[in-house]
Nanobody
Framework: QVQLVESGGGLVQPGESLRLSCHAA????????MTWYRQAPGKEREDIAS??????????RYADSVKGRFTISRDNINNIVYLQMTNLKSEDTARYYC???????????????WGQGTQVTVSS
């Protein structure tokens, strides 16, 4: 059974840091592109950080809104993806979701899995 479970969210003050974790199970984690999304109330979901799987050489990509402040990393042994967030701002307040994506080579079928999210609130 596929599972993605996010944790690490909470209430912090501007300028502080948080590290989110996403524990994965039930699929070939190292082969999947892992992405952190966020969605604030009344706003569209935003793709903020991703890291390719083994075949994608682990290439990282960031949205301009978080570049230089957020870092994505992954542990392919323990099937965990992290999002280290520093210098948090009020506009980072959102629910953060972990996504796993891959395309099956044999069938060309997309595999797309989501977690339930973890809330991050940045407020003084």
């Amino acid at each position: 059974q596929v599972q993605l479970v996010e944790s690490g969210g909470g209430l912090v003050q501007p300028g502080e840091s948080l590290r989110l974790s996403c524990h994965a199970a039930g699929f070939a984690f190292s082969s999947f592109r892992m992405t952190w999304y966020r969605q604030a109330p009344g706003k569209e979901r935003e793709d903020i950080a991703s890291q390719a799987g083994t075949y994608g050489l682990g290439i990282q990509r960031y949205a301009d809104s978080v570049k230089g402040r957020f870092t994505i990393s992954r542990d392919n042994i323990n099937n965990i993806v992290y999002l280290q967030m520093t210098n948090l701002k009020s506009e980072d307040t959102a629910r953060y979701y972990c996504n796993a994506w891959a395309r099956e080579i044999a069938t060309n079928k997309e595999l797309d899995y989501w977690g339930q999210g973890t809330q991050v609130t940045v407020s003084s």
